[in-house]
């Protein structure tokens, strides 16, 4: 179990913030001179229908800051959503690193936290199957340290040199800029085609895993093994974790695309209301740590980001813990703003030569001289350091520092030779000592030579209904792939991850399953021989590695959000009896009827509806319960809407409940067809009276299941 967080006293950071926030309550309007503004609204003339004049210093200074208001996206993980918080370690972890925050448990770490998808652009949806973004940046008392991750432990490529290739090949295509935030065309399954070492995270990114429930039901990886270094200076290298208490949850395919389409800012509202609720989201911090004696025992190496260490290989050990409790004042001047990067470490904390990482520490800061547009970024108040900063580095664009003195350099002795270096006792940073001898070569190791084991071991430790969505995955985004060579490339390679599932993709899409030709030619360099760098199947110690599967997750009723279809003639008891039973386990009720405004329930109370059948849809919920009471059935009954909000929460195998008559209306839809055929057990929907309390227990105890079952059954219209 989590351990309790002590209440927060001071956030350094939020001080810190607060120090540049602007509050217009009670105030005059200003220019940005600072001069009261008299009329906002109407331009400066020669006469009232004259032109407007150019002395008007108040629409040229109002106009012209408008048309600068924007800045690039950022090229990829453009968009996202973020919110402040705090971490705090469980116990001191002086043993492996001398981190300071990693140190004291009574100490609170402000964190400013970004969750982003990859491919799309800033105004695309959150529900687009991709790979998430999960940055932390940990304010620390030794400056800032960034642990830049995704919510998929590895990675498409293993060095950084082919990023730029991947993502163009996933952005939409430069002819006609088709598809927004999706990879599936032609041009992301060329590549990947051809990219046999993405297999493993082709298997992640098909997965469900790509479609989280809410960001806050989705696991954090540092992908990347990094180094922890103690006061004594031995290292140890280290995988890092977030572990969300909520459990990791995700939505189906089908759901995710009617949300984009419903509510394309669905995971960003779920993380802003949550907090706003005192819902705040929840991760433990997890690391793997392996001696360094250790680095080749795995039969793969840790250098390569297309390979994790299996968590029953190396446990992951839960050292503290994450909590997001204050929503930013403002989007743009934070969320958007916010530079992250890998390369900003704190003492105790190190690399290793993976050559993505390499790569990575180069990029971040380049993009943001882009982005952001001076090297002067990290003044803007969301990435400023708590711990103050001294140095030589002087000028450039928006320089916010007044730097005294005359000394800009060093050594000096004009400035009493300050600011000084720091001994590494202390705190100065000073690099692990790693020996390294080699020649120069432009080459990949051949460690890193096996593509398919754990893909493999993947796939096999997914329960059925994660292995049938992979597949389906896989069936939709090739059959919308327009190059039949393309799609045929693919089974050739899906085939080496498992034959079973290379064989039901290509059956879909009319295929046999053949072997690629040359599947490793494109991968080296022109004069490279491919028999050189052939695929080595490496044996794996395990065969199944069940924390790989979301199925064992743990479930929580906490902030899930439950539908209850009403009209007017409700049974008030029956509606109020199951909204109180979710309520009382931190879940959310809306009542959803034909129209906005109130329902009257059978006794004559007023009960104010929360969305209108036209403005919400099942795919918003996790769950739906259908009250008692002859007369709203009735006429929820005769309401399109109303049937296909049943229907379709059924397909995306959410618990149901129906109370007395409620059971006429879920008779009415496509369930009622379900429930009447005696071979099916109808998982996760309960008919039953709510009086006597039969099914309000079961109910709400499902809420946070899928019911993946039903998918067996055939498929649902709607
Ligand atoms: Fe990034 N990545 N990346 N990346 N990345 C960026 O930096 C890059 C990689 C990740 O919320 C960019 O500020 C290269 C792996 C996140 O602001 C850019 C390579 C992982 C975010 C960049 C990678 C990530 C970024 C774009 C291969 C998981 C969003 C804007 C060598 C461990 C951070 C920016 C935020 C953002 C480069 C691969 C995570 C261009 C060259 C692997 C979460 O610098």
Known sequence: MAKKATPQKEDKKEIDLNLNK?????????????????????????????PSLLEDFILREKITHFDHERIPERVVHARGAAAHGYFQVYESMSKYTKAGFLQDPSLKTPVFVRFSTVAGFRGSTDLARDVRGFAVKFYTEEGNYDLVGNNIPVFFIQDAIKFPDLIHAVKPEPNNEIPQAASAHDTFWDFISLTPESMHMIMWAMSDRALPRSYRMMEGFGVHTFRFINEKG?????????????????????EAQKISGKDPDFHRRDLYEAIENGAYPEWEFGVQIIPEKDEHKYGFDLLDPTKLIPEELVPVQRIGKMVLNRNPDNFFAETEQVAFHPGHVVPGIDFTNDPLLQGRLFSYTDTQLSRLGSPNFHEIPI????????????????????????????????GGGCPYQAKMSEGGFASYQERVDGNKVRARSQSFMDFFSQATLFF???????????????????????????????????????????????????????PVEGLLNHNFGADANPEDYQNHKAKQSITQSPALSMAGSAKSVQTRQVAILAANGVDGASLKKVKNAVEKEGG????????????????????????????????????????????????????????????????????????????ELLNASYVGMKI??????????????????????????AIPTRFYEREEKGKVPA
Not at 498 to 512: F, H, I, Q, S
Request: glycine share 8%; net charge neutral; with cysteine.
């Open 676 to 701: 009447k055929d005696k071979a099916n057990d109808n998982p996760g929907v309960f008919i039953g009276k709510s009086s006597n309390g039969s099914i309000v227990a079961d109910f709400v105890s």
């Open 460 to 514: 096999s430790s997914q329960s059925k209904p994660e292995q049938k969505h992979i597949i389906d995955a896989l069936r939709f985004e090739l059959g919308k792939v327009q190059t039949v060579a393309i799609r045929q490339r693919m089974i050739g390679l899906l085939a080496y991850v498992d034959k079973k599932l290379a064989k039901e993709v290509a059956d879909n899409l009319g295929l046999e399953v053949m």
């Open 22 to 50: 602007e509050n217009s309550t009670e105030t005059f309007m200003t220019t940005d001179q600072g001069v009261k503004i008299n009329d906002d609204t109407n331009s400066l003339k020669a006469g009232e229908r004259g």
């Open 383 to 414: 990435n400023r350091s708590v711990n103050a900063v001294h140095n030589n580095q002087r000028d450039g664009h928006m320089r916010q520092q007044i730097n005294k003195g005359q000394a800009s350099y060093h050594p000096n002795t004009l």
């Open 234 to 254: 031995i290292a140890h290298f280290v995988k890092f974790h977030w572990k969300p208490l909520l459990g990791i949850h995700s939505v189906v395919w089908d």
């Open 588 to 663: 959310q009720v809306k009542i959803v009827a034909l129209t906005n405004g109130a329902i009257t329930d059978n006794k004559g109370n007023s009960i104010p509806v929360d969305m209108s059948l036209l403005t919400s849809a099942s795919v918003l919920f996790d769950a739906l319960y259908l009250p008692d009471g002859e007369q709203n059935n009735k006429a929820l009954q005769q309401d399109g809407d109303a049937i296909h909000f049943i229907n379709e929460t059924y397909k995306h195998c959410k618990a149901i409940a129906a109370d007395g008559a409620g059971a």
